[in-house]
């Protein structure tokens, strides 16, 4: 008998993702069958799934914590904000539409049915399904056709445990306020609640425990300490993209503003010889950094507009004369191009826009989005190269000629002349070690990271964090068979 239990958040970012792979992982060391759920997620920072599809990158982990593949049921409906009121709507795996916010709030009930499909398909071969919610069901202005938090439990009938986030200050606050704003049909959906992010004496909060218990009659699963090794595990939301100040070679990377796919920096932070400097709107880039690396971008264009806005064109020039590396990844690369076409207006009017110029290739964006497990190898080395491509476009021109990667007897990339710019569309290639040490070795960086290992063992030391303070076995006694 398949159970289900659903982790909602009392506001967003108060850690859900992190806490499920941990459950995720912790569960499947007990021998049990695991698999993570989102009904809807929101975000630029999507992986490719064996079956051909996309979902956010933070179920992926989820994934790989229960030690499973990812698959498109783990996430059916994921929003991809292209603009500051639109997004791309992918619906299990494959585009649906872009929609506004105010049309997808209408289209929201019609993505129940596929949701709920996706779920039914995931329970088959489970003992337990770990859902978690999006932002917070105290946001009851969008109740109404929900489907990532309430909405969903009571499609599923699904039992709901509400996690509060006390690093910023009033969880107390955010949990009994979340019940007092709820109906009493939502709230009694909640059977029980955890804390995260404490620092500290634990036992300092028995006090506030205490006076959540009394106020809601929801049981404690406990308070979950800070988990000091969270900045290893990819960041779902762009929020979260940090600097990492490693020693010696320096990579700076402009925060575009439809930043996408950006877990490609993870395994160069995760490098003790590297440092990984986050270059925020405002800011020139630094003229003394050993290498540029301009990540993917969910609108090209637009963010091609944004870095000339900030005049990191004309560092980036500078950084060059000076014999400074650039890397592009997909939009990144794009953007290194003499040229851009967009002859239907998929990201925005018809028409084109010059690129940066470094290299001599055009892209031209097309309707067909490019999704797909990649392997490849790395031809200077003939080491082997594991990634994905995500990606609208086709790139030509005369520095194709000198790609540096080979996909099956497919060349991939491209060089200038001098080789100091390079750009590919293969995303997550610096997971691969061999690969990463092979590049960056070349450019002077020195590399000593297993970064799959290490990600691995940063999973099974949450899984550990989870068992120590959260009560497991309180939360597999309040799962329930779903009931849809």
């Known amino acids: 008998m398949t159970k289900a239990i659903m982790i909602q958040g009392a506001g967003s970012n108060v850690g859900k993702s992190m806490v499920v792979a941990g459950i995720a992982r912790a569960l499947a060391n007990r021998g049990l069958a695991v698999r993570p759920f989102k009904p809807q997620n929101m ?107 309430m909405g969903f439990a009571e499609a599923a009938g699904v039992p709901v445990i509400l996690m509060g986030d006390i690093d910023r200050g009033g969880v107390i606050a955010q949990l009994v306020g979340t019940q007092a704003v709820l109906s009493q049909e939502d709230a009694g959906r909640i059977r029980g609640f955890a804390i995260n992010k404490f620092r500290g004496d634990v036992r300092l909060f028995d006090d506030g425990l205490h006076a959540i218990v009394e106020r ?15 900045w290893r595990l990819p960041a779902e939301d762009v929020m979260d993209i940090a600097s990492a100040k490693g020693d010696g070679f320096r990579i700076a990377v402009p925060r575009l503003e439809r930043i996408a796919n950006f877990d490609d920096l993870d395994p160069l932070s995760a490098e003790p010889g590297v440092s990984v400097e986050i270059i925020e709107p405002g800011r020139p880039l630094p003229g003394d950094v050993d290498m540029v690396l301009i990540p993917g971008s969910k609108s090209t264009i637009a963010d091609l ?16 004369r000076r014999g400074g590396h650039v890397l592009g990844i997909c939009g990144g690369y794009q953007m290194l191009g003499r040229e851009i076409a967009d002859p239907d207006g998929i990201e925005g009017a018809p028409g084109s826009v010059p690129g940066l110029g470094l290299l001599d290739v055009t892209t031209v964006m097309k309707p067909q989005k490019h999704l797909a497990l990649t392997r490849a190898t790395y031809l200077p080395t003939g080491d082997p190269v594991e990634g994905y491509e995500i990606h609208l476009g086709e790139t030509t021109g005369p520095d194709c000629a000198r790609a540096w990667l080979q996909v099956d007897r497919r060349a991939e990339g491209a060089s200038s002349t001098s080789g100091r ?64």
């Open 43 to 149: 975000s630029n920072n999507a992986a490719v799934t064996e079956d051909g599809g996309e979902i956010g990158r933070a179920q992926a982990l989820q994934a790989l914590a229960a030690k499973v593949a990812p698959h498109t049921d783990m996430n059916p409906v994921l929003l991809k904000p292209e603009t500051d009121t639109g997004a791309q709507v992918i619906v299990q795996g494959k585009r649906f539409a872009t929609l506004r916010a105010r049309d997808y709030g209408r289209a929201k009930p019609d993505l129940l049915t596929p949701t709920l499909e996706s779920f039914r398909r995931l329970c088959a071969g489970a003992d337990i399904v770990v859902v978690e919610g999006a932002g917070s069901p105290a946001e009851i202005n969008l109740r109404k056709g929900d489907i990532a938090n």
């Open 305 to 320: 507009a944004h870095f000339r806005a900030q005049g990191w064109d004309i560092d980036l020039q500078a950084h060059v």
């Open 421 to 484: 710019v390079r750009g590919c569309y293969l995303h997550g290639l610096f997971s691969s070690d061999a690969f990463r040490a092979a590049f960056l070795s070349a450019l002077g960086a020195t590399v000593e990271t297993a970064y799959a290992e290490e990600l691995d063992g940063v999973l099974d030391a949450l899984a550990a964090h989870v068992e120590t303070h959260l009560d497991l076995d309180m939360l597999l006694r309040l799962a329930q068979e779903p009931s849809y």
């Open 216 to 230: 809601t009659g929801w049981p404690s699963l406990g308070v979950l300490p800070w988990f000091a090794d969270a």
